[in-house]
């Protein structure tokens, strides 16, 4: 249930309702908006509860909200959240955030030059795998810390922040030490104690869907991380089973809106694991700039025949560059633009 604030009420009001939710062992998570201020509360709700939080001051009503998912819906939130990442905004209705770079972190040499390629085509985050889920254990499983390391370099020369995945709880603390961004993967979509721990370190987390989750699944895992307190949430749409297996996967576009109606949160759009092959990602990514997405995750490699992971999905930067023209060309006629780090202070 939520609890709607009356838009004159005081700090001290507010305080109250949280104390009387806190004292029934439940929690309360305040948001405040431009238009209103709500309190969710979340845990073991009773009926009896709303007549008793709508008796106190400052209260204008107590609503029920009926999805399983609290925090992450727009009865909670009504406006966008937008996760700010240094001065990359990443949601609302204005920007569009582009995050590219390599499958995995193979050489220092390899980061460098891909970091420095699609930042000159307008990327605004650098993305690249220390940690990589391989389906088969004697696939190349990256670098670990040293891959972290080059993300760190590559950051540090070109200015670009850094998102990479973790994958286990016991990783976390290492990775947050290095990146701006924490990628949860479609494998680990539902591992909730690695959802809990990523958002107990304070940092921005993109949360990919998992590869067989419903809507309702991927929000309710959004829902571990926004209850621990952590708002910076990203989520991203890569791509679901079905029985197609010219794709890789079957990249569900129609998330973007539905997604976006059921939920305030960021929705990015990850088109080379959602195709698997690297001439549908430009495509796919101009649609999902047209139906509302909020940017994009792409696989960019200096020479993709040559990658250790996901090459057949991976764009030269020759490619990128085209593609980030495609989407520039999209955002155009919708009044949006491509959030860029080059922007600095303008
Ligand atoms: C990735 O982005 O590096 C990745 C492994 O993606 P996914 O979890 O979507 O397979
Ligand atoms: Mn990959």
């Known amino acids: 249930m939520i609890v709607v604030m009356q838009k004159d009420c005081t700090e001290k009001q507010i305080e109250e309702v949280q104390r009387r939710i806190e004292e029934r062992g439940l929690k309360g998570h305040l948001s405040k908006g431009t238009e209103r201020t709500v309190i969710g509360v979340v845990g073991q709700t009773y009926p009896e509860l709303r007549d008793e939080l709508e008796l106190l001051n400052g209260v204008l009503e107590v609503v029920r909200i009926s999805r399983p998912y609290k925090l992450s819906s727009r009865e909670f939130q009504p406006e966008d959240t937008v996760v700010r990442v240094g001065n990359v905004a990443i949601g609302g209705d204005k920007d569009f955030a582009v995050m590219a770079g390599p499958c995995s972190v193979e050489s220092r040499e390899q980061v460098l030059a891909t970091a420095r390629a699609v930042k000159a085509a307008g990327a605004a985050v650098l993305r690249g795998g220390a940690f990589k ?144 092959k690297w001439y549908l990602v430009t495509p796919m990514s101009m649609a999902a700039a047209a139906c509302g997405a909020h940017g994009l995750l792409i696989e960019v490699h200096p020479t993709p025949d040559l990658a250790k992971s996901d090459g057949a999905q991976s764009l030269t930067p020759e490619n990128f560059a085209k593609l980030m023209n495609g989407v520039a060309s999209v955002l155009q006629a919708l009044g949006k633009r491509v959030t860029s780090v080059a922007a600095r202070g303008t």
């Open 133 to 276: 889920p391989r389906t088969s254990p004697y696939s190349f499983r990256g670098l670990g810390q040293e891959g972290l390391e080059y993300l760190a370099e590559a950051r540090a020369e070109t200015g670009l922040p850094v998102i990479t995945e973790v994958m286990s709880p016991g990783d976390v603390e290492l990775v947050a030490r290095y990146a701006d961004i924490l990628q949860i993967g479609t494998r680990n979509a539902q591992n909730f104690n690695l959802l809990e721990e990523v958002a107990r370190s304070g940092k921005p987390v993109l949360l990919k869907r998992g590869f067989a989750s419903t809507y309702e699944d991927w929000l309710l895992a959004a829902e571990y991380i926004l209850a621990q307190g952590n708002r910076q949430l990203i989520l991203c749409e890569r791509g679901i089973r079905t029985f197609e297996t010219y794709t890789r996967n079957t990249l569900d576009l129609v998330a973007i809106p539905v997604i976006r109606k059921l939920s305030h949160l960021p929705i990015l759009i990850d088109p080379s694991h959602g195709t698997g």
